[in-house]
């Protein structure tokens, strides 16, 4: 019995080591091999019936315009009869919205103890003819809209035209040329440009300015010059250039930095948010674009296999009033030092016009810019000596100037003599007293200035969506650093939002929460201790006196509902030069106004200001 046991076990473990099938090696090491190189897309490492590598250069070929989408080949079943194996391979192509799976067939034969595989385009697509091979077709997603009040469109599709060198429509010894001459009438550089078209392939269209189709008008000659070509399209817009450019962003072909970063989700000549929100809401913005697989013969006729559908970006809702942002745009357009004009709506804490002029050269100046807020502030420090028990009628001392710590602090130049010594502290606010809140400062304790600031909605950070700076009221190091907070100098600094969130918070009755996207959530922090409603009507009477009798006088003949005021002057470096605000409110509207470099807050924030509200009406 041992014997015959002994005589059997060799047989049988010789029998499962080589996998043996009817005798004969079994197949599914060669499929299994098959389905890795075909996930590498190539053939390394597979044993091929014939003609190695004439069928290595087929399936690079089949698959080259493939090769941004990753692939997964994995074997199935194989069916063995006599000399020949028929084996199932699930291919399943990653595409951007819907996978591409389907099976196909490899045929192996045995050569001896070796299964080839018989090489044929089938295995990679199943309806493949031998001089077909696989080709694409991107599908662009319609990026989404970002839309004002009221849905009204801001950013959408609008009509451009493309100018730029078609290498197709030019000889090779006359593109530079054209190159250089396109590049002159467009007022590009030349050089760039023309080194750009020499680099680029011999059918490559090398763009060299996109414009609006107003602006096209203006270009002429290109029919003189060859291959210039100018190619109508459409490419998502603001209504003009300036529109809120700066926070809203831009649009653009995705840079090396960005393809990096999205692990091969964007590749090279994708559009993309670049800045603002369209970068920073890309994903709802720009949508899912899709791909059509087709196979495509020798005369380049082409059949569908496959189409994973686009699916369209979804529009981003803000709360800017269009009307309103233009003319803010407007009434920054001439100024030329870096400047912001903000626009909020107090009962809702809408943010209606976000501007920043032209000086801005595209930085946000109006909701993160950090700039001192100069007396605007003493709409926060008035607050605070309310609390200590001050009232608008109390006698405060205004002396031409005042020492502190060495320190000398004193009135801006035209301070009017009329409104010096014991005034009420009605009238110091009213002119902008800046030795009569200095001298109260003994009144307040650390802390008191940052907690009337938190009432008014200033020096507390939320994330709003957007860059949004709240400002900083921090604690004084010194006694001339309390001093110098008293007047929004020293270490206090603010964005043009936050003073027009302090004018709106008046206005209200309470902190106000500035909004620009309405579908943002956002859990506001409530102050410590709250405006009061006597305390919004105390600073509300107090900002009325700017307009009526102090430095705001210039907005008493402003049609509508009494305005609100309050003008400010930081000075800043060492050259005495000043930066210039104006804050005001009216109705259901408050407004503040902001400009480097100027005057005063009256004399440079104060027209344009005017300017704003009487558009406004």
């Known amino acids: 019995m041992r014997s015959g046991l002994a005589a059997i076990l060799p047989a049988l473990l010789l029998a499962t080591s080589c996998d043996l099938v009817g005798g004969d090696p079994s197949p599914d090491g060669a499929v299994e091999d098959l389905a890795t190189a075909l996930s590498a897309r190539n053939l390394d490492g597979v044993d091929l019936a014939e003609a190695p590598q004439e069928s290595s250069a087929q399936l690079a ?9 990753p692939v997964e080949v994995t074997a199935g079943e194989t069916e063995v009869k006599d000399k020949a194996a028929t084996a199932t391979l699930h291919w399943a192509w ?18 001896g103890d070796t299964w080839r595989v018989d090489w044929a385009p089938t295995i990679v697509e199943p309806s493949l003819a031998d001089d077909e091979v696989l080709g694409t077709t991107d599908l662009l997603a319609r990026r989404g809209d970002i839309l004002g009040a009221g849905g009204r469109p801001i950013v959408t599709y609008r009509s451009v035209v493309r100018f730029g060198i078609d290498k197709t429509q030019v000889s090779a010894a006359q593109t530079a040329g054209s190159a250089r001459q396109l590049a002159q009438a467009l007022d590009i550089d030349v050089a760039a440009y023309v080194d750009r078209v020499r680099k680029a392939g011999p059918k490559a269209f090398i763009e060299a300015l996109v414009l609006r189709d107003e602006d096209a008008k203006a270009v ?10 100018a190619i109508g399209t459409e490419i998502p817009l603001a209504p003009s250039r300036e529109f809120a450019a700066p926070l809203l962003g831009t649009v653009g072909v995705a840079t090396a930095e960005i393809i990096k970063e999205s692990d091969g989700e964007i590749k090279e000549g994708d559009q993309v948010g670049l800045s603002g929100l369209q970068a920073r809401y890309d994903d709802q913005l720009a949508g899912t674009p899709g791909v059509q697989v087709e196979a495509v013969d020798g005369k380049g006729e082409e059949r569908e296999l496959f189409e994973s559908p686009e699916v369209n970006g979804e529009p981003l809702q803000t709360t800017l009033d269009l009307g309103l942002q233009e003319q803010a745009e407007q009434v920054l357009a001439a100024v030329g030092p870096p400047s912001a004009l903000v626009a909020i709506q107090p009962s809702t804490g809408r943010i209606l016009a976000a501007a920043s002029g032209p000086g801005s050269s595209g930085y946000n100046t109006a909701t993160f810019g950090q700039y001192p807020p100069g007396s605007t502030f003493k709409i926060v420090s008035s607050l605070a000596l309310l609390r200590s028990g001050l009232a608008p009628s109390s006698t405060v001392e205004c002396p031409p100037t005042l020492t502190v710590d060495g320190k000398q602090f004193k009135n801006y130049d035209d301070y009017p003599s009329s409104a010096l010594g014991a005034i009420e502290l009605r009238t110091a606010v009213a002119n902008s007293c800046n030795t ?8 307040l304790e650390d802390g008191d200035l940052a907690q009337a600031a938190a009432a008014l909605g200033v020096g507390v950070d939320h994330d709003l969506g957007f860059p949004a700076y709240f400002g900083q009221v921090p604690p004084p190091g010194s006694e001339t650093g309390k001093a110098a907070a008293m007047i929004g100098q020293g270490t206090v600094l603010v964005s043009p939002m936050a003073v027009a969130t302090a004018m709106a918070s008046v206005v209200a009755g309470h902190a106000v929460l500035p909004v620009l996207l309405p579908d943002q959530q956002v859990d506001q922090t409530e102050p410590e201790e709250p405006l009061t409603g006597a305390e919004s009507r105390a600073l509300r009477a107090l900002l009325r006196a700017v307009v009526t009798e102090g430095s705001g006088r210039g907005l008493a003949d402003v049609p509508g509902p009494p305005v609100l005021a309050k003008t400010g002057t930081a000075e800043f470096g060492t050259s005495g030069q000043t930066h210039t605000w104006m804050t005001a409110a009216q109705g259901d509207l408050a407004v503040a106004v902001f400009v480097e470099v100027g005057e005063s807050g009256s004399q440079t924030a104060g027209p344009l200001l005017e300017s704003f509200l009487r558009a406004a009406r």
């Open 61 to 69: 070929a089949i698959v080259a315009e493939m090769e941004d989408y």
């Open 94 to 111: 990653d595409l951007p919205g819907e996978d591409w799976e389907y099976d196909a067939r490899a045929e192996l034969l045995l050569d």
């Open 220 to 229: 002429t000659g290109l029919g003189d010059i060859p291959g210039a070509a």
């Open 436 to 443: 009569a809140m200095i001298g109260q400062r003994d009144r």
